[in-house]
């Protein structure tokens, strides 16, 4: 039998639109090897928005947005490279991901995302970004809380046991006690941030004519406060750059 017989799932197509979801491996490690701030680390934010940015731009795989927060990235793809094969967009977009997160910090240690897809055909691409914006407000309540719960002397395992099942308007009230009112936090930290591609003119210079030309490029949009998916503007805008 050739070996490309065994290759079973190679030719395993999916056909688009999609979302590509990349999670950071063990990224808590990480976090203790960098030394990163907590709950939440600027630098860290900049870097995944920075590998969100070379994604949408200089990959080629050529998504037309992505939605990060924490340590994790969604891509939509309205047109898909590698023909649709699920093995190769899985590996490749988490490779160029990881490296360029590496570049970013200039990290010894490797790093590892895995990547899964997800159809998003008709309205769920508003659906899927509802869902996702809620983890990352679950994510940041608890980030804060377990922050605050460790600087008081608990073990990170203490603290996560303190936390389980508790309901988010005590946790609310439990970090509002300490003095910090969780709705008033950063907005990318409640919400995760929205990057995506839009057309824009761009001034050059013709060296063969010596005049000044404009050019149609792409740019990255990144809304200073990303918002509400679950709102009406939120959705409508989700709407206007999946083309839903």
């Known amino acids: 039998m050739d070996i490309k017989d065994r290759e079973i799932f190679s030719n395993l197509t999916i056909f688009p639109p999609v979302f590509v979801r990349l999670d950071g491996r063990a990224f808590h490690r990480l976090a203790r090897t ?4 907590r709950p939440f680390d600027p630098a860290f934010s900049a870097s995944m928005r920075s590998v969100c940015r070379h994604l949408l731009t200089e990959s080629g795989l050529s998504p037309t ?3 990060t927060f ?4 969604s891509l939509y793809f309205k047109t898909l490279p590698f ?14 991901a990881a490296s360029k997160l590496t570049i970013e910090f200039g990290c010894a240690e490797p ?9 998003a055909t008709g309205e ?36 996560a046991a303190a936390l389980r099942g508790m309901q988010s308007e005590a946790m609310h009230e439990m970090m509002f006690e300490r003095g910090v009112n969780l709705a008033a936090t950063p907005a990318w930290q409640r919400r995760g941030t929205l990057l995506y591609r839009e057309e824009c003119i761009k ?4 060296p063969m004519t010596g005049k000044t030309v404009q050019a149609v490029r792409a740019c990255i949009r990144e809304p200073e406060e ?10 409508a805008l989700i709407r206007s750059l999946t083309g839903a």
């Open 203 to 206: 001034e050059g210079y013709n």
């Open 34 to 37: 960098l030394d990163l701030k």
């Open 124 to 159: 769920f691409a508003v659906e899927y970004l509802v869902s996702r914006q809620n983890e990352a407000w679950r994510n940041h309540i608890n980030a804060y809380c377990q922050n605050a719960l460790v600087k008081e002397g608990m073990t990170s395992r203490e603290a």
């Open 70 to 73: 924490s340590d994790e990235i």
């Open 226 to 235: 990303t918002p509400l998916f679950s709102t009406a503007e939120g959705a």
């Open 65 to 67: 947005f992505a939605y």
């Open 111 to 119: 790093l590892a995302f895995d990547a899964r897809i997800i159809p």
């Open 83 to 96: 023909s649709g094969r699920v093995e190769k967009i899985d590996s490749v977009t988490a490779a160029i």
